[in-house]
């Protein structure tokens, strides 16, 4: 059973939830919409082990469908049909030049009770690398005994029910297990404000997959999928 928390949040976020199919294209006019950094996401899939749902604007529906029965991506979405699938989709949903991200997707109702490691300031600190300065609200961070920067996490508040983190930790300070620790605390605070907190990271980012199991993040075998801007 999925937590309430994060089926609102895939159903908020994708169009629908769960997948009535191993691979359902939808309409949402989300995909229209600029996402929590200011810059659209006309693709964005969740692949869970029973089906994947593939959300994109409700114009481009058709022509995605017709482009996975062509790649043989349906009706199951694995191997080399979703890859192909993965392949043309930029150019399906208009935007060819953009590449495809995948992402582990995990969750945690439980964050391990790790120490906390940082503060919550505002985004627009002078000294907070550029990244941080995304987040239009308090980002997490961890400093050294002189103030120095070492880590931070920011929230993408996708909506009301999932939350998801993005962390850093700066090159001098890594291997302290600042990451795990922010993490950790920070999905406690999401957890607190009513949502469900979300870690994604590349399935060849070994560190970022070591921060998330520390962190309380699972591997559940759950993918991301997703057409955006570097």
Known sequence: MVDRRLYLHL??????????QPLQVVRSHRRLSPAWDGRARPAVAVAAPDGTV???PPPRVAPVRRL????????????RPLD???????????????????GVFRWTLAPTPLPDAGRWVSS???????????????????RDDTGGYLAGV???????????????????ARGRGLARRLAAQAARRVLDDGAVPIYQH?????????VAEAAGFAERGWRSYGVFPE
């Not at 949903?93 to 995948?102: E, K, L, N, S």
């Not at 990244?131 to 239009?136: A, C, M, N, T």
């Not at 993408?156 to 850093?168: M, N, Q, S």
């Open 11 to 20: 159903a908020t976020w994708l169009g629908q939830w769960p997948p009535r």
């Open 54 to 56: 593939l959300s994109v």
């Open 68 to 79: 996975a029965a062509r790649c043989g991506a349906l009706p199951a979405p694995v191997g």
């Open 84 to 102: 192909r699938l993965l392949a043309e989709l930029p150019a399906a949903v208009g935007f060819a030049d953009w590449p495809v991200h995948r």
């Open 124 to 142: 627009d600190e002078p000294d907070l690398p550029s990244w941080l300065r995304w987040f239009d609200r308090e980002v997490l961070v961890a």
């Open 154 to 172: 920011g929230i993408k508040r996708h909506d009301a029910y999932g939350h998801e983190l993005a962390v850093g930790t700066a090159p001098h």
């Open 202 to 210: 590349d399935p060849a980012n070994a560190a970022s997959a070591r």
